[in-house]
């Protein structure tokens, strides 16, 4: 997965040159997301089936600070 081919950002990086956001890559089994501003640190990687389950969490969390 870090192929750099195979990396893109997301589509609400912002305005600007876009740094303050995730970038995501993809394989038919897997999902992995890392920071774009530390592209060279870990990585979380998912079931690709789970990947729409942790979307769906975190935009029901995208307003909270816990």
Known sequence: MNN???WRKSSY???GDGNNCV???T????IAVRDS???ARATLT???GAFSTF???LK??????D
């Open 4 to 6: 750099p081919d195979r």
């Open 13 to 15: 990086s912002g305005g």
């Open 23 to 25: 970038e995501i890559a």
């Open 27 to 30: 394989s038919p089994a897997r």
């Open 37 to 39: 501003k530390a592209p």
């Open 46 to 48: 998912f079931p690709a």
């Open 55 to 57: 979307v769906e969490a």
């Open 60 to 65: 029901g969390h995208s307003g909270s600070r």
